[in-house]
């Protein structure tokens, strides 16, 4: 393995990846079951398909199977990126337990019906079992930050930030560590932050329109050039998709609007009572990644509008 692809194992997770010798632009990644059933049942023309690493089937090497993948940091210089898991909770929980299938004599259910079953399924224990986390970022903003690495054009060193690290972020220091992430140690990067958004919208759409998928400690990775005589080149990808399964069928007409949250202060909930339940603080059946999402637009959004240069008086 070279440099740049053991920068890129260092962020991506835990799950190692190696560089493939024989062809330039390509890692493997060890191949577990559900993920290689996930890459091989998404159709090209999914939407999905255009916010993940390009997969390119599998391989035996050493004794064992490979997926292998798009290499996300070919042809960068000095690669900035930033490993930011997804969802209000890491822990699965059974969704059928919340929004029950419909019986065998009403094989339709509607929304209203859907979001009656989890207000009567919802209680205190629940969500603190739910939203329990290393992380405390986790259950308040559905993101937290797992590791990053930044080339610091400054003192020309490579700055990292460890997953022990990410853990004691709050809500308002992992805006500053955002911050810092976009800033070279020369001058900070508005325009790469307006690439971003940009492409972090798509994924946005994505979450508000996906019948399909359901996403589990899945990451989103920022990616940027951070050598300064070069472009100003960026991406995001979602990757990591060991913990991904399909929808139950009586929730996929309704997956955009049951993937909608507002946050809960659990110390308010009555533990037996679920009356209390409004109408938007049903549990989403995203696990929070759409909720996640718009948070990061926030926060890029804020970061981009107070850092912008200012304008020359006329």
């Known amino acids: 393995?070279?440099?740049?692809?053991?920068?890129?194992?260092v962020v991506a997770g835990s799950t190692p990846f190696k560089k493939s010798i024989e062809q330039e632009g390509r890692v493997f990644k060890e191949c577990?079951?559900?993920?290689?059933?996930?890459?091989?049942?998404?159709?090209?023309d999914n939407e999905l398909s255009k916010l993940i690493p390009k997969y390119f089937?599998?391989?035996?090497?050493?004794?064992?199977?490979?997926?292998?993948l798009e290499d996300l940091t070919y042809?960068?210089?000095?690669?900035?990126?930033?490993?930011?898991?997804?969802?209000?909770?890491?822990?699965?929980?059974?969704?059928?337990?919340?929004?029950?299938?419909?019986?065998?004599?009403?094989?339709?259910?509607?929304?209203?019906t859907l979001k009656r079953q989890a207000n009567m399924s919802l209680h205190k224990?629940?969500?603190?079992?739910?939203?329990l986390s290393k992380y405390s970022t986790t259950p308040k903003l559905g993101f937290c930050v797992c590791g990053s690495q930044k080339h610091n054009c400054s003192t020309h060193l490579l700055e990292k930030i460890q997953k022990e690290q990410g853990r004691t972020f709050t809500t308002v220091t992992v805006q500053d560590k955002l911050y810092e992430f976009?800033?070279?140690?020369?001058?900070?990067?508005?325009?790469?932050i307006e690439s971003m958004i940009n492409r972090l919208s798509k994924f946005?759409?994505?979450?508000?329109?996906?019948p399909d998928y359901r996403f589990r400690s899945t990451s989103i990775l920022f990616l940027y050039e951070g050598d300064c005589e070069f472009s100003n080149r960026c991406d995001i990808r979602l990757i990591d998709f060991t913990h991904t399964k399909l929808y139950p069928s009586h929730m996929k007409p309704?997956?955009?609007?049951?993937?909608?949250?507002?946050?809960?202060?659990?110390?308010?909930?009555?533990?037996?009572?679920?009356?209390?339940?409004?109408h938007e603080t049903f549990f989403p059946i995203d696990g929070g990644y759409l909720f996640g999402i718009t948070n990061l637009l926030k926060i890029l959004n804020s970061l981009k509008n107070k850092h912008q240069p200012q304008q020359p008086q006329k």
């Open 254 to 278: 309704h997956s955009s609007k049951l993937s909608h949250y507002k946050s809960i202060d659990v110390n308010n909930i009555d533990s037996n009572t679920t009356s209390d339940f409004d």
């Open 57 to 68: 089937g599998t391989e035996i090497q050493d004794s064992k199977e490979w997926i292998v």
């Open 125 to 131: 224990e629940l969500y603190q079992s739910w939203l």
């Open 32 to 44: 577990t079951t559900k993920e290689k059933q996930f890459y091989e049942s998404l159709a090209p």
């Open 182 to 192: 976009f800033h070279n140690g020369i001058k900070f990067r508005p325009e790469i």
């Open 75 to 112: 042809g960068y210089s000095k690669p900035n990126i930033m490993d930011i898991k997804l969802g209000l909770s890491h822990h699965d929980v059974d969704l059928e337990t919340i929004y029950s299938p419909p019986s065998s004599n009403d094989p339709n259910v509607n929304f209203e």
């Open 1 to 9: 393995m070279n440099e740049q692809n053991n920068k890129f194992q």
């Open 204 to 210: 946005k759409d994505f979450f508000e329109n996906n």
